[in-house]
Protein backbone atom coordinates (compact mmCIF):
# COMPACT_ATOMS: atom_id res chain seq x y z
CA UNK A 1 0.00 0.00 0.00
CA UNK A 2 0.99 3.37 -0.19
CA UNK A 3 3.51 5.04 2.20
CA UNK A 4 4.65 8.47 3.02
CA UNK A 5 8.00 8.48 4.56
CA UNK A 6 9.92 11.42 6.49
CA UNK A 7 13.38 11.92 7.28
CA UNK A 8 15.15 12.66 9.91
CA UNK A 9 12.85 12.04 12.55
CA UNK A 10 14.73 14.09 14.81
CA UNK A 11 16.08 17.45 14.12
CA UNK A 12 18.08 19.65 16.94
CA UNK A 13 19.12 22.94 15.98
CA UNK A 14 20.17 25.91 17.29
CA UNK A 15 18.21 29.03 16.84
CA UNK A 16 19.23 30.92 13.91
CA UNK A 17 20.33 27.75 12.45
CA UNK A 18 18.63 26.41 8.75
CA UNK A 19 16.29 23.32 9.18
CA UNK A 20 14.98 20.79 6.56
CA UNK A 21 12.81 17.94 6.73
CA UNK A 22 11.89 15.43 3.46
CA UNK A 23 9.12 13.19 2.40
CA UNK A 24 8.94 10.79 -0.07
CA UNK A 25 5.96 8.88 -1.26
CA UNK A 26 5.79 5.38 -2.97
CA UNK A 27 3.44 6.52 -5.48
CA UNK A 28 2.68 9.39 -7.50
CA UNK A 29 0.24 12.04 -5.66
CA UNK A 30 -2.02 14.68 -6.76
CA UNK A 31 -1.18 17.00 -3.92
CA UNK A 32 1.12 16.80 -0.32
CA UNK A 33 -0.44 18.66 2.20
CA UNK A 34 1.71 20.04 5.42
CA UNK A 35 1.37 20.15 8.88
CA UNK A 36 2.46 21.20 12.27
CA UNK A 37 1.76 20.01 15.49
CA UNK A 38 3.09 21.61 18.35
CA UNK A 39 3.79 19.97 21.67
CA UNK A 40 0.49 18.96 23.62
CA UNK A 41 -1.23 20.07 20.44
CA UNK A 42 -3.21 18.71 17.53
CA UNK A 43 -1.69 18.84 13.29
CA UNK A 44 -2.71 22.65 12.26
CA UNK A 45 -2.51 22.68 8.60
CA UNK A 46 0.33 24.38 7.12
CA UNK A 47 0.03 24.51 3.12
CA UNK A 48 -1.02 21.80 0.57
CA UNK A 49 1.29 22.00 -3.20
CA UNK A 50 -0.70 20.61 -6.03
CA UNK A 51 1.44 21.21 -9.27
CA UNK A 52 4.48 19.26 -10.14
CA UNK A 53 7.39 21.45 -9.18
CA UNK A 54 5.64 23.79 -7.18
CA UNK A 55 7.29 26.53 -4.79
CA UNK A 56 5.43 28.17 -1.87
CA UNK A 57 6.86 30.34 0.69
CA UNK A 58 5.35 31.51 3.80
CA UNK A 59 7.90 33.90 5.47
CA UNK A 60 10.38 32.08 6.68
CA UNK A 61 9.01 28.68 5.47
CA UNK A 62 9.91 27.39 1.77
CA UNK A 63 7.88 23.99 0.71
CA UNK A 64 8.58 22.22 -2.09
CA UNK A 65 6.70 19.73 -4.40
CA UNK A 66 9.33 17.59 -6.51
CA UNK A 67 9.15 17.09 -10.56
CA UNK A 68 7.52 13.91 -10.23
CA UNK A 69 5.35 14.70 -7.63
CA UNK A 70 6.42 11.85 -5.34
CA UNK A 71 8.87 13.88 -3.08
CA UNK A 72 8.17 17.30 -1.22
CA UNK A 73 10.52 19.44 1.05
CA UNK A 74 10.17 22.02 3.71
CA UNK A 75 13.15 24.32 4.86
CA UNK A 76 12.88 26.93 7.92
CA UNK A 77 15.49 29.59 7.36
CA UNK A 78 16.52 31.10 10.59
CA UNK A 79 14.61 29.19 13.28
CA UNK A 80 13.11 30.63 16.15
CA UNK A 81 11.89 28.89 19.19
CA UNK A 82 8.26 29.23 17.80
CA UNK A 83 9.42 26.76 15.39
CA UNK A 84 9.34 24.03 17.92
CA UNK A 85 7.20 21.08 16.75
CA UNK A 86 6.66 17.98 14.69
CA UNK A 87 6.17 18.62 11.09
CA UNK A 88 3.86 16.16 9.18
CA UNK A 89 3.64 15.56 5.85
CA UNK A 90 0.14 13.95 4.31
CA UNK A 91 -0.52 13.00 0.83
CA UNK A 92 -3.65 11.30 -0.72
CA UNK A 93 -4.71 7.66 -1.05
CA UNK A 94 -5.19 6.74 -4.56
CA UNK A 95 -2.46 7.99 -6.57
CA UNK A 96 -2.16 10.36 -9.20
CA UNK A 97 -6.12 10.66 -9.54
CA UNK A 98 -7.32 11.20 -6.14
CA UNK A 99 -8.28 14.21 -3.96
CA UNK A 100 -10.54 13.54 -1.67
CA UNK A 101 -10.59 10.74 1.19
CA UNK A 102 -8.26 9.63 3.63
CA UNK A 103 -4.75 11.21 3.78
CA UNK A 104 -1.67 9.38 4.59
CA UNK A 105 0.56 10.90 6.70
CA UNK A 106 4.27 10.29 7.29
CA UNK A 107 5.79 9.89 11.07
CA UNK A 108 6.83 13.41 11.39
CA UNK A 109 10.42 15.43 12.15
CA UNK A 110 10.61 16.63 15.51
CA UNK A 111 12.09 19.84 15.61
CA UNK A 112 13.95 21.15 18.95
CA UNK A 113 14.95 24.68 18.87
CA UNK A 114 17.87 25.46 21.75
CA UNK A 115 17.46 29.62 22.48
CA UNK B 1 -19.25 25.90 15.98
CA UNK B 2 -15.77 27.59 14.85
CA UNK B 3 -13.75 24.64 15.08
CA UNK B 4 -13.99 20.73 15.54
CA UNK B 5 -15.33 19.77 19.35
CA UNK B 6 -14.53 16.57 20.43
CA UNK B 7 -14.93 14.80 23.84
CA UNK B 8 -13.88 13.76 26.37
CA UNK B 9 -10.59 14.99 26.25
CA UNK B 10 -9.48 12.53 28.50
CA UNK B 11 -10.77 8.89 29.05
CA UNK B 12 -9.45 6.34 31.54
CA UNK B 13 -11.15 2.79 30.84
CA UNK B 14 -10.32 -0.59 32.84
CA UNK B 15 -9.68 -3.04 30.00
CA UNK B 16 -13.10 -5.20 28.19
CA UNK B 17 -15.18 -1.65 28.84
CA UNK B 18 -16.97 -0.02 26.17
CA UNK B 19 -16.06 3.63 25.15
CA UNK B 20 -17.41 6.14 22.97
CA UNK B 21 -15.64 8.86 21.52
CA UNK B 22 -17.81 12.25 20.00
CA UNK B 23 -16.71 14.34 17.54
CA UNK B 24 -19.01 17.72 16.67
CA UNK B 25 -17.40 18.52 12.92
CA UNK B 26 -16.93 22.38 11.78
CA UNK B 27 -20.51 23.78 10.54
CA UNK B 28 -21.13 22.64 6.62
CA UNK B 29 -18.12 19.75 6.55
CA UNK B 30 -19.50 17.02 4.98
CA UNK B 31 -16.49 15.07 5.39
CA UNK B 32 -15.26 13.68 8.69
CA UNK B 33 -11.90 11.85 9.36
CA UNK B 34 -10.90 9.70 12.47
CA UNK B 35 -7.27 9.57 13.09
CA UNK B 36 -5.36 7.65 15.70
CA UNK B 37 -1.96 8.94 16.84
CA UNK B 38 0.09 6.81 19.20
CA UNK B 39 3.06 8.47 20.97
CA UNK B 40 5.98 9.22 18.53
CA UNK B 41 3.83 8.67 15.57
CA UNK B 42 1.69 9.86 12.95
CA UNK B 43 -2.04 10.25 12.90
CA UNK B 44 -3.16 6.43 11.32
CA UNK B 45 -6.11 6.97 9.32
CA UNK B 46 -8.82 4.91 10.73
CA UNK B 47 -12.06 6.04 8.94
CA UNK B 48 -13.88 8.60 6.60
CA UNK B 49 -17.43 9.93 6.13
CA UNK B 50 -18.50 11.74 3.09
CA UNK B 51 -22.19 12.64 4.29
CA UNK B 52 -23.89 9.95 6.49
CA UNK B 53 -22.06 7.06 4.72
CA UNK B 54 -18.82 5.48 5.55
CA UNK B 55 -16.97 6.34 1.88
CA UNK B 56 -13.66 4.50 3.46
CA UNK B 57 -13.56 2.34 6.46
CA UNK B 58 -10.06 0.85 5.63
CA UNK B 59 -8.23 1.86 8.67
CA UNK B 60 -10.38 0.39 11.60
CA UNK B 61 -8.08 -2.51 12.75
CA UNK B 62 -10.53 -4.49 13.73
CA UNK B 63 -14.43 -5.61 14.18
CA UNK B 64 -14.18 -4.01 17.30
CA UNK B 65 -14.16 -0.48 16.20
CA UNK B 66 -17.09 1.04 15.00
CA UNK B 67 -18.42 4.41 14.29
CA UNK B 68 -21.33 6.38 13.30
CA UNK B 69 -22.65 9.84 11.84
CA UNK B 70 -26.23 9.34 11.63
CA UNK B 71 -27.41 12.84 10.40
CA UNK B 72 -24.13 13.66 8.83
CA UNK B 73 -22.78 16.04 11.19
CA UNK B 74 -21.37 14.78 14.45
CA UNK B 75 -20.08 11.38 14.80
CA UNK B 76 -19.35 8.49 17.35
CA UNK B 77 -16.40 6.32 17.75
CA UNK B 78 -17.28 3.58 19.40
CA UNK B 79 -14.61 0.90 20.66
CA UNK B 80 -16.12 -2.31 22.49
CA UNK B 81 -14.11 -4.54 24.70
CA UNK B 82 -11.35 -2.15 25.00
CA UNK B 83 -7.72 -3.40 25.15
CA UNK B 84 -4.45 -1.98 26.14
CA UNK B 85 -2.61 -1.37 23.05
CA UNK B 86 -5.91 0.99 21.98
CA UNK B 87 -4.47 3.57 24.33
CA UNK B 88 -3.49 6.76 21.95
CA UNK B 89 -5.18 10.12 21.03
CA UNK B 90 -8.00 9.40 18.73
CA UNK B 91 -8.36 12.57 16.68
CA UNK B 92 -11.18 13.65 14.58
CA UNK B 93 -11.14 15.91 11.53
CA UNK B 94 -13.42 17.21 9.21
CA UNK B 95 -12.94 19.10 5.70
CA UNK B 96 -15.23 21.24 2.99
CA UNK B 97 -14.94 17.30 0.91
CA UNK B 98 -14.70 19.09 -2.05
CA UNK B 99 -12.56 17.49 -4.50
CA UNK B 100 -9.07 18.80 -4.32
CA UNK B 101 -10.02 20.88 -1.19
CA UNK B 102 -9.43 18.13 1.50
CA UNK B 103 -7.53 20.22 4.20
CA UNK B 104 -8.55 18.60 6.87
CA UNK B 105 -8.91 21.11 10.50
CA UNK B 106 -8.18 18.36 13.31
CA UNK B 107 -10.01 18.86 16.83
CA UNK B 108 -8.08 18.82 19.96
CA UNK B 109 -8.48 14.91 20.80
CA UNK B 110 -9.66 12.57 23.03
CA UNK B 111 -7.12 10.77 25.02
CA UNK B 112 -7.58 7.11 25.56
CA UNK B 113 -5.87 5.74 28.29
CA UNK B 114 -7.01 1.70 29.10
CA UNK B 115 -5.59 0.35 32.24
Known amino acids: GQQVMQIPQYQHVQEGEDFTTYCNSSTTLSNIQWYKQRPGGHPVFLIQ?????EVKKQKRLTFQFGEAKKNSSLHITATQTTDVGTYFCAGPAGGRGSTLGRLYFGRGTQLTVWP | GAGVSQTPSNKVTEKGKYVELRCDPISGHTALYWYRQSLGQGPEFLIY????????DSGLPNDRFFAVRPEGSVSTLKIQRTERGDSAVYLC?????????????FGAGSRLTVL
Open chain 2, 93 to 105: ASSLGLSGANVLT
Open chain 2, 49 to 56: FQGTGAAD
Open chain 1, 49 to 53: LVKSG
